[in-house]
């Protein structure tokens, strides 16, 4: 865990920056949430018979993580979320020995448009980013995955109100860590990186790049556990939520 000095140790720490780079999600969106009671939904929805529902569930949570941790593959994932789940599942069928291809597929699709349709704002977030805009911050959203997918969260939230810039890798050609990323925003929100604060769930995309370009890093915790042994960065500060930042 870090102490409170880690909250310290930027001199600008609780100033007003002059802008705030956000992620999406994991830090303005909860998609964690919800997300098995959806997965185990689609599997009783489909099931004919040839599995059994938990145990799937199990097979299909194995996959995830195994296609997630992998960087090429998480890459290639988030560039096409409805393809990226249909794999999952069918990885898991061959594991479990099915070859129905069909109910595979139709397990994914529906998990992914439950998914668009249940995935919110954490509490307090919509109101912290009205209240920064308000405020007079800059504001960029920062966001990796695909095009279609991204700009969807944002025009269903209306997110265009309060940000003045916003990053999608599907639009923008790279995505986080690419210090392009963040090189952009700068200049869009004509800000220099002493007066900027990035704000994200992850330590590799989110937090390491901001800190390498000398920017204000603030950590989304949402479990709360703390700063993992082998972290490949530490945070100036750490948040559960980002209604921490008013």
Request: some cysteine.
């Amino acid at each position: 865990m870090v102490g409170e000095e880690q909250h310290m140790t930027n001199t600008h720490n609780h100033e007003t920056p002059n802008a705030i780079f956000f992620d999406l999600d994991g830090t303005i969106l909860d998609w964690q949430t919800g997300m098995e009671e959806t997965w185990l939904a689609s599997i009783e929805k489909h099931n004919d018979g040839s599995y059994d529902s938990l145990e799937m569930q199990k097979r299909i949570r194995e996959r995830r993580d195994w296609l997630w941790d992998d960087p090429e593959r998480a890459k290639a994932g988030r560039m096409d979320l409805n393809e990226a789940s249909r794999a999952i599942v069918r990885y898991a069928f061959e594991d479990a020995g099915l070859t129905a291809i069909d109910v595979a597929n139709g397990i994914a699709n529906y998990y992914r448009a439950q998914r668009r349709e249940l995935i919110a704002p954490y509490p307090g977030a919509m109101e912290t980013l009205a209240t920064l805009s308000e405020r007079g911050v800059r504001l960029a959203l920062l966001t990796n995955g695909e095009a279609q997918n991204q700009r969807g969260s944002v025009d269903k939230l209306d997110l265009e109100t309060y940000f003045d810039c916003i990053v999608i890798e599907g639009e923008f050609g790279v995505g986080k860590p690419d210090e392009r990323v963040f090189r952009h925003a700068l200049e869009a929100t004509s800000s220099a990186p002493e007066t900027t604060w990035m704000v994200g769930d992850s330590l590799i995309a989110d937090i390491a790049p901001a800190i390498e370009l000398g920017l204000h890093a603030v950590w989304v915790d949402e479990a709360g556990d703390g700063l993992p042994d082998d972290a490949p960065t530490r945070p100036d500060r750490i948040i559960k939520l980002i209604s921490e930042l008013l």
